[in-house]
């Protein structure tokens, strides 16, 4: 019997293995942008470094995500946040909220139609719906922020 085939090298069997592992190390990294950035930028406003994160939360579903930022604000960082939204090409000083955000209350800029506006409790963020929402809700009587965001 004449066989020609060589059984597999111990280099190849460890160069599989090693590929292997690359690959779970790499698809398991989280590269996304963090949240405080990604919220800062999108909403045109700056949130203050030194906040009590309590829920930084990615869901994955497909193509399709939500990001949940909760923090908690001292005064200090709530003043700091407050002014930031009213500095923000966003704000809309007409505008208060009592029930819905309506079409007409939307400043177009940076490419997306969005409006922070003042609210019963503090300020409201949110943007025409489309594949990416947003929604952001700050409570200047308790003290917290919550971002969300949504792709389809």
């Not at 590269?31 to 406003?45: A, G, V």
Request: charged share 25%.
């Amino acid at each position: 019997m004449n066989s020609n085939k060589r059984p597999a090298s111990n280099g190849f069997i460890i160069t599989t293995i090693t590929v292997l592992i690359s690959i779970t190390i790499v698809t398991s990294c989280d590269y996304r942008t963090p949240s405080r950035k990604r919220f800062s930028k999108t909403c045109d406003i700056l949130i203050p470094e030194n906040v009590v994160v309590i829920n930084d939360e990615y869901q994955d579903m497909w193509q399709d995500y939500a990001i949940v930022y909760e923090i908690e604000l001292s005064d200090q960082t709530c003043a700091e946040l407050t002014e930031s939204i009213r500095n923000s090409a966003y704000y809309n000083p007409d505008v208060f909220i009592t029930d819905y955000v309506e079409q007409s209350m939307f400043i177009d800029t940076f490419g997306m139609k969005a409006v922070w506006a003042r609210t019963g409790s503090g300020y409201y963020f949110g943007n025409e719906l489309g594949r990416d929402v947003y929604s952001v809700e700050v409570d200047t009587i308790k003290l917290t922020a919550k971002f969300d965001e949504g792709h389809d």
